[in-house]
C-alpha cells in the first residue's frame, strides 16, 4: 500500500495478513481440518484459534495495555478495563472454509472510548484488504470506497445472511426474504457478513441486512460502510445495532427502504410496546456492549428508549 496508515490500523493490517497466512496455508488441504461443533451448525476449527492467536499475539506485542474481544476467546487476553478494545473475528465464514468454498475473512476493530476507529477486513483467498480509519476515509487496497448512488430498491442489489442457528427464527425470516425479495432487483447470501458489510462499501451491493450477528461480525465492517458514505443501523433505523442482533445497512436512499420494510421485524421494543424476540445476550455481548456504541456513524433519528427482553413469540 502506498497509503500513510494510522500507526494502530498498521498494526491491524500486520494482525489481519498474520492470520491470512495460515489461513490460505489450511486452505490447501481441507479434508485434514480438525472441525468441532460450537452448536448446531456453528463450528470452529483449529484455524480459527490459531488465527485468532497470532492476531492477539500481534495486537499485544504492541499495544500490551489494550482490552481484546475475540470469537473464540471473549475477553480472556490484554487488559480487561482499558479505553482501547480490539474487536476480532479470526475467520467469519468458518462453514464455507471447510467446504473449500473462498468466502470468509478476517475481521478485526480497534474501538476508542466507544467509537470505533480503525478497521481491516481482509479477505486472504483474493488478497482483498478493506480498510478505515474515523474520518479518513475506507479503501480496499489502494482504492478509495464509495456506496452505489442507486435511489431505487427496484434496481437494487441486497445483500443478506440466512439464520441457521438452533433457536433462530426461521419463520420471521422468511417474512423479511419475501417482502424484500420482492422489491428489489436480486437478493444474494455468500456467507461472510464482514465481506458483505464491505460490498455495500464498494457499492457491488446496495444494501445489506441480517439477523443474528455478534459485534465481531459487524463491527469493523461497519466503520468501513460509513467511511465509504453509506448507512448502519438496526431495523428501526437506530445506530444501537452493534449488540441488537440485527443490522441494516446500505446507500443512503436504499437505507431508508430497507428500513421501512424491516422495522415491523425489530428484536427492540418500545417502552410499553408489545415483547419482540430477542435471542439472549452473552456476556461477551455485554461486555462489547457497555465499550461500543455508534459514535463512529452518523446520527440516527431520535426515537424513545429502548429495552431488551426475551420472549417466545416474534412481533411480526
Not at 481440518?33 to 490459531?50: H, P, R, S
Not at 468458518?94 to 467446504?99: K, V, Y
Not at 457499492?203 to 460502510?225: K, N
Not at 415491523?264 to 452473552?282: C, M, N, Q
Amino acid at each position: 500500500m502506498s497509503q500513510t496508515l494510522h500507526p494502530m490500523l498498521n498494526i491491524a493490517v500486520k494482525a489481519a495478513r498474520a492470520a491470512g497466512s495460515i489461513i490460505n496455508r489450511a486452505a490447501l488441504d481441507v479434508e485434514r481440518l480438525q472441525v468441532t461443533a460450537k452448536g448446531v451448525n456453528d463450528f470452529v476449527t483449529e484455524i480459527d484459534q490459531a488465527a485468532e492467536q497470532a492476531i492477539i499475539e500481534t495486537l499485544l506485542t504492541a499495544y500490551p495495555g489494550h482490552a481484546i474481544l475475540a470469537e473464540e476467546s471473549g475477553r480472556q487476553h490484554g487488559a480487561q478495563h482499558s479505553e482501547y478494545l480490539w474487536i476480532i473475528d479470526p475467520l467469519d465464514g468458518t462453514t464455507n472454509f471447510i467446504h473449500g468454498l473462498p468466502v470468509y475473512a478476517v475481521s478485526i476493530a480497534l474501538v476508542f472510548r466507544g467509537k470505533i476507529e480503525q478497521a481491516v477486513v481482509y479477505d486472504p483467498s483474493r488478497n482483498d484488504l478493506f480498510y478505515a480509519s474515523k474520518g479518513r476515509g475506507a479503501f480496499v487496497n489502494d482504492r478509495r470506497l464509495r456506496v452505489s448512488k442507486r435511489i431505487r430498491l427496484a434496481e437494487a442489489l441486497i445483500g443478506t445472511g440466512f439464520p441457521f442457528r438452533k433457536g433462530d427464527n426461521l419463520a420471521r425470516y422468511l417474512k423479511m426474504m419475501e417482502t424484500v425479495m420482492s422489491q428489489c432487483a436480486g437478493l444474494r447470501r455468500p456467507g461472510a457478513a464482514s465481506l458483505d458489510l464491505c460490498y455495500v462499501a464498494a457499492g457491488w451491493y446496495d444494501g445489506f441486512f441480517e439477523t443474528g450477528l455478534s459485534p465481531w461480525d459487524i463491527a469493523a465492517g461497519s466503520l468501513v460502510i460509513t467511511e465509504a458514505g453509506g448507512l448502519i443501523g438496526n431495523f428501526t433505523g437506530e445506530s444501537d445495532f452493534l449488540y441488537q442482533r440485527e443490522v441494516v445497512a446500505g446507500c443512503p436512499k436504499i437505507y431508508g427502504q430497507l428500513v421501512q420494510i424491516l422495522s415491523p421485524y425489530t428484536r427492540v421494543i418500545k417502552d410499553g410496546g408489545e415483547v419482540a424476540e430477542v435471542a439472549a445476550v452473552t456476556p461477551e455481548t455485554a461486555l462489547a456492549a457497555a465499550l461500543v456504541d455508534s459514535s463512529s456513524q452518523p446520527a440516527a433519528p431520535k426515537r424513545p428508549s429502548v429495552r431488551i427482553k426475551k420472549a417466545d413469540t416474534p412481533q411480526s
